[in-house]
């Protein structure tokens, strides 16, 4: 929709001609070679100029391209997202991958023993080192760009799902992009050459006296200890990806049963709109508040989880005016969002002076400025001229998220301002309390579309990136632990078959089944304790560096910590166990025969 610009004028009111009006963004095409620190300069001494305010105001440009992914911006063109959650989904897809490429390399080096004689054979018919280089690079780029191709269906199948999942429109352009295409077949020739450059090296080393001499199947050269290391740096990834996952969960369910202050249950918000609607909104409000399902409405122009307005205060006992949250509502926002009054008293219909001479604070300012006990009948004096005394001071109430701190906040009457109304509804008669503000809504506005909000979905709103952010990332924690565990398997495969013998003479001098499956779990327990060691100081380090966004936040405990190494032990033990138990069933006699 384009509209003309005296709309904006008739939003803004009285002064949106004015050079100190900042409540529109405008948007700038400027020529090529232009510095913008020099713009930035010349548009503020600009503004200066014709500015009325003894206030200095300093205007700054931003890319258009960077307003979707700047979070600070305001007044963008259409919502926001924050590239801090591209680094995050870009890292932890990159760590999987990792995982599989580790896999690869485990599994293919866990089979060399099985190629041997392959490589032996070859290379007595005159295959050079280079040539079985080549072929075991050429084996294992065959296999990358499969499943390059299969994983290229898999997205336009699942990318429906995943845009639910994020609440994004995300589009996968593989022909409208040129880059797009050869990238993915770059992308996919290094990754196979990483996946597969260490086992070919290790295939094509075999000599063929090593080979026919069976002394291959002794040689600790095939790296059994390179094996666990991949093992290790596998969980290590895994343990971080589920214990991330764990602390953004409790973080998210302590932002929900946090004590904001307030009663946000059962309340809805309704904008009022149309010059009849918002002249009349006292008649609005009371026809609601007669109707049983409902037990208070109130009108205001900010309520919490939409947006704040700051005005310039002039405070007693300070020199200069003080920039502050300004929150204009009727003497029932108490009442219906059931804030508590510390000292003093809240708006009273019964007093007609609390609309032009008497202001709320809440404990914050009463802290910042000092007031101590004193702060009833403190001299405030607002940005448009209005003159009143502190009557009440508030329990603090978060009317942001917990993304950001309390900040001192002024309340007052005014209702020339009021944009929504905020009913209080019954529990077990939302239904019908929602059918009957629409109607009343309807009679007072009959050309307006009606709309709504429940407030603690408003507050809600706020977290949606830390919610996407825990669903996706359980959803890479269960890729990454099923990707782990095959890296696991392998190295039990190669394990057990390289103790076989071991084990059937264990067996024949009387070992119990229970007694060789804890000899054969007992190493890879290590490898995991080992891994959750190593990389509890760096997860540590990341959730805080993550819960350091929020000005209220838990404490990474070491229940989340326990959590995820039960899991991994857990699932370790379920794909060890099956192995372990069936060498330790195996009969001597098989193990022990000549081969």
Known sequence: M??????????????????????????????????????????????????????????????????????????????????????IFSSISLLILLIAVLNFISLSSARAIERAGEVGVRKVFGANRSQLMQQFLGEAAVLVFMALLISLGMVELAMPYFNQLIDRELVFPLFENLWLIPGLIVGGGMLAFIAGAYPALILSGFSPRQIFSSSVKQSKSLGSRFRGGLVIIQFSITFILISSTIIINQQLNFLHRKD????????????LKGENLKRDYELFKNELAEFS????????????????????FEIEGENEPIPLVSYSVDKD???????????GRGFSKNMTTDSSSAFLVNEALVKQFGWGTEALGKQIIADGGKKGNVIGV??????????QPVVPMVMQMEEDFFSRVSVRVNEDRIEESLDHIKKSFEKFAPNEIFEYSFLDEDMEREYGNARRTSKVLWIFSLMAIVIASLGLLGLVVANTLKRTKEIGIRKVLGASRQHIFVILVKGYVGLILFAFIFTLPLTIWMMNQWLNEFAYHIQPGVTAFFMAFAIIILISFMTVGYFSIKASRSNPVEALRYE
């Open 394 to 403: 508030l329990k603090d109430f978060h009317f942001q998220s917990l993304y």
């Open 260 to 271: 904001l202050g307030f009663n946000q249950d059962f309340v809805l918000v309704v904008p």
């Open 2 to 87: 384009i509209l003309p610009y005296v709309w904006a004028e008739k939003m803004a009111g009285e002064g949106a001609d004015s050079w100190d009006m900042l409540v529109i963004s405008t948007y700038l095409l400027t020529k090529e070679g232009i510095h913008v620190s020099e713009l930035e300069n010349k548009i503020t001494g600009l503004a200066t100029s014709y500015s009325t305010s003894e206030d200095q105001v300093n205007y700054s440009l931003d890319p258009v391209s960077e307003i979707y992914l700047s979070a600070n911006l305001d007044g963008d063109l259409g919502r926001q997202s924050d590239i801090t959650y591209i680094y």
């Open 293 to 312: 399902g409902i037990s208070s409405a109130t009108a205001s122009y900010h309520t919490p989880g939409r947006g704040l307005g700051m005005y310039f």
């Open 333 to 343: 926002f108490l009442s219906t969002l059931e804030i508590e009054v510390m000292e």
